[in-house]
Each structure stands twice: as C-alpha cells, then as structure tokens.
T-cell receptor
C-alpha cells in the first residue's frame, strides 16, 4: 500500500497520560499535515511541515501538543497530559508540488481519553 | 481567517436523482476549492477540486461550480447511486498565505435505492 499510513488506528488512554501517534506519508511527498476531526465536524488544521521544517501551527493548538518530522519522512504527534476534550480522530495528510496541493489523507488514529 | 459554511447538513435523495451541496467562503483571496468524500469509518478522499481561474469542472457524474463574486461553490452529483452515500466536505485554501485547508462541517448524503 503506497498511501498515507497512520499508527495506531485506535488509542484509549486515561486522562493525564501522554500519547504519541505516527504518520508515514506517501514516499515522494514533502508536505505533511496533521488535522483533527470530531464527530459531525470537518477536519480542523493542526500543523504543517515542508520536509523537516514545521512551517505552520494552528493558534488553537495547545502547548500540550507537539509534532516532529525529524528526517522529512515520517512524523509524530505527541499529546501530553491528555484531557477528555482531546478525544477525536487525528488525521495525517500529505502532498507535493507534483500533486498540486491535492491532500491524500491517512485513515487516522482514533483517540479516546477516559 | 477563512470561514467555510456548508449546506445542507443532511440530504436524502432517491437513486437516479441529482444532489447539490453548497458552500460559501469568507476570504476573497481563497483560490483552491476541493471536495472530499468520507465514508463511515474511512479516510476523506478527494473527489474533485477547482481553482479560482475556472468557473466549472466536471468529472463523469460529478461537477463543481464556482462563483467568485458571490464567494460560493457547489458540488453537483447526477444520477446518484447508493454507493454515493457518504459525508461530503467542501474546503477552501488561500494562496500565498496559510497552507491550511479550511473545511466545512460536512453534508451527509443518503441515496435511497
């Protein structure tokens, strides 16, 4: 499968715990995005990488959230001290100049904070 | 910042009928407008997109129209089939500014056999 892959698919955690998600973009894509989606809503932008540089971060993003893309390939999203309001689907997407801004989404990580 | 409104939130049609979903955007500098289809429990998938230098684009049974003056764009699905049932999201992006796509809240389309 050459699409965007995310791991894990599901994560259940207790409030206050830290969680980390991984995203592997399509191999030739240099742009990587994280979005969050809650039930009945459209995806909401969190952050954007071009290669290894994090170029944009949503103003709504709490400082408990951090993302990295150390070698310009896979990316991780960490949430520290999780809260119940963090429960959502976390989607990763990638694109490149060749695909001309068309975002290709992964299947997401469904986070449930108890 | 950009704001995208999408209507209706739910839409039910009979198989073979047409379906139309409408979106409005607030930022006149927005120049890229994709539509995504998301089936239950699956990833959003791009079905069609349009840029601001084009007024209409068609791909088989799907078409998108853009009215820059009114700042609205619409998705048209003709000859609907049960497999078209899904949630559809419109989105908008501004050139040269933020890289983010701003999504509407989605339209749940149900095509009844």
């Amino acid at each position: 499968d050459t699409g965007v892959s995310q791991d894990p698919r599901h994560k259940i955690t207790k409030r206050g715990q830290n969680v980390t998600f991984r995203c592997d973009p399509i191999s030739e894509h240099n742009r990587l995005y994280w979005y969050r989606q809650t039930l009945g809503q459209g995806p909401e932008f969190l952050t954007y990488f071009q290669n290894e540089a994090q170029l944009e971060k949503s103003r709504l993003l709490s400082d408990r959230f951090s993302a990295e893309r150390p070698k310009g390939s896979f990316s991780t999203l960490e949430i520290q001290r999780t809260e119940q309001g963090d429960s959502a689907m976390y989607l990763c997407a990638s694109t490149s100049m060749v695909t001309n801004e068309k975002l290709f989404f992964g299947s997401g990580t469904q986070l449930s904070v108890l | 910042g950009e704001n995208v409104e999408q209507h209706p939130s739910t839409l039910s049609v009979q198989e073979g009928d047409s379906a139309v979903i409408k979106c409005t955007y607030s930022d006149s500098a927005s120049n890229y407008f994709p539509w995504y289809k998301q089936e239950l429990g699956k990833r959003p998938q791009l079905i069609i997109d349009i840029r601001s230098n084009v007024g209409e684009k068609k791909d088989q049974r799907i078409a998108v129209t853009l009215n820059k003056t009114a700042k609205h764009f619409s998705l048209h699905i003709t000859e609907t089939q049960p497999e078209d049932s899904a949630v559809y999201f419109c989105a908008a992006k501004t050139q040269g500014g933020s890289e983010k796509l701003v999504f509407g809240k989605g339209t749940k389309l149900t095509v009844n056999p």
